[in-house]
Nanobody, 120 residues
Framework: QVQLVESGGGLVQPGGSLRLSCAAS????????MGWYRQAPGKDRDLVAI???????NYADSVKGRFTISRDNAKNTVYLQMNRLKPEDTAVYYC??????????????WGKGTLVTVSS
C-alpha cells in the first residue's frame, strides 16, 4: 500500500555534485521523520542525514558542510543534495521514512536503494 522509490544516483567525478530524491506513495496520512542512509561495499549501513517533520536536521560528521537534506511535504518527497563529493562517498544510498497510514498505522519503510559512484 505504501512504498518509497529513490532516484538520482549515478557516476560522478570527485568534487562534483548530485541530488537524490525519494518519493513516498500510497495510503499516506502523514510522514514524520525521513532520512538517508548509505552502505559502502563490505561495510555496514550508516546514517547520512535525517530531517524531522519540523525541518530539524542531523548529519553524519563525514558529510557535514557538504550534504543538505530537505523535504517537500506536498509531494511526500525527501532530497539529498550532495556537493564536493569524494570517492569515499561511494555507496548504495537508501531512503527511510516514518509513515502514518490513512488507517492510522505507523510504520518505518525503506526504499530499495540507489547507487552513487564517485570516481575519476
Amino acid at each position: 500500500q505504501v512504498q518509497l522509490v529513490e532516484s538520482g544516483g549515478g557516476l560522478v567525478q570527485p568534487g562534483g555534485s548530485l541530488r537524490l530524491s525519494c518519493a513516498a506513495s500510497g495510503s499516506i496520512f502523514k510522514i514524520n521523520a525521513m532520512g538517508w542512509y548509505r552502505q559502502a561495499p563490505g561495510k555496514d549501513r550508516d546514517l547520512v542525514a535525517i530531517i524531522t517533520s519540523g525541518t530539524a536536521t542531523n548529519y553524519a560528521d563525514s558529510v557535514k558542510g557538504r550534504f543538505t537534506i530537505s523535504r517537500d511535504n506536498a509531494k511526500n518527497t525527501v532530497y539529498l543534495q550532495m556537493n564536493r563529493l569524494k570517492p569515499e562517498d561511494t555507496a548504495v544510498y537508501y531512503c527511510n521514512a516514518e509513515i502514518i497510514t490513512t488507517h492510522y498505522d505507523g510504520m518505518s519503510l525503506w526504499g530499495k536503494g540507489t547507487l552513487v559512484t564517485v570516481s575519476s
